[in-house]
C-alpha cells in the first residue's frame, strides 16, 4: 500500500448531491434496478435479470474479482476526512446488504484534487462501482453498522494507494 501526504486543504461545506447515474459516470457506475436497464425475463418468467449493471475491472498478471462483505460504522456528524485511497490495476464496486442510505465520497482520477471532491448521497437500493483510479473515501453508512459487498481486484501488484491528510478535513455536510 502506497501511502502520501497532502496538506493544501481549505475547509468548505460539500453539498451533498443525489445519486444517479448522469452525475456519478465521471467516478464509476450506479448499480441499481430500473427500467432503463437492460433487464429480461429468466427462470419460466419468475425473475427479471437487470444485465450487465456494470464491468468489473481486474488489471494485472494473476488478477481475478472477489466478492466480500465490508461491515461499516458510521462516523459521527460532522464527518472528518482524514485520508482518501484509490485502486489503479482495478475497479471497486459497492453492493449495500442493509436497508440504509449511506454517503459516497470521490474526487477525479489523477493527481488528488481536494477542491474537486463530491458527496453523493445513496439510497439503501443504490449500489457504485468505482472506476479503476477514482479516488474515494472508505464507505460512509449512515444511521447504523451496514454491510456491502464488496467486488473487487486480488493479485499481484499493488492495487491501494491512500493518501493520508497531513491535517484532517471537516467535511459539513449539507443536505
Not at 493544501?8 to 427500467?35: C, M, Q, S, W, Y
Not at 461499516?72 to 482495478?90: C, V
Not at 462501482?129 to 493479485?155: E, I, K, M, P
Request: glycine fraction near 6%.
Amino acid at each position: 500500500m502506497m501511502t502520501e501526504n497532502t496538506n493544501n486543504l481549505i475547509n468548505r461545506v460539500l453539498h451533498v448531491k443525489p445519486l444517479t447515474k448522469a452525475a456519478f459516470a465521471p467516478f464509476g457506475d450506479v448499480i441499481e434496478v430500473n427500467d432503463s436497464n437492460q433487464h429480461f425475463p429468466i427462470n419460466q418468467g419468475y425473475t427479471t435479470r437487470h444485465h450487465q449493471l456494470t464491468q468489473i475491472e481486474a488489471n494485472g498478471d494473476g488478477a481475478q474479482g472477489i466478492i466480500s462483505i465490508f461491515r461499516s460504522t458510521p462516523l459521527e456528524l460532522p464527518i472528518t476526512i482524514t485520508m482518501m485511497e484509490r485502486h489503479p490495476l482495478g475497479s471497486q464496486a459497492f453492493i449495500p446488504m442493509s436497508q440504509q442510505p449511506y454517503l459516497v465520497v470521490v474526487a477525479p482520477k489523477g493527481e488528488l484534487d481536494l477542491s474537486k471532491i463530491e458527496v453523493f448521497f445513496a439510497q439503501s437500493q443504490q449500489g457504485v462501482n468505482y472506476h479503476t483510479g477514482t479516488w474515494h473515501h472508505f464507505c460512509l453508512a449512515l444511521n447504523a453498522v451496514s454491510d456491502f459487498l464488496v467486488v473487487d481486484r486480488q493479485g499481484t501488484g499493488n492495487n491501494c494507494d491512500e493518501i493520508l491528510l497531513e491535517q484532517s478535513q471537516q467535511l459539513t455536510i449539507a443536505f
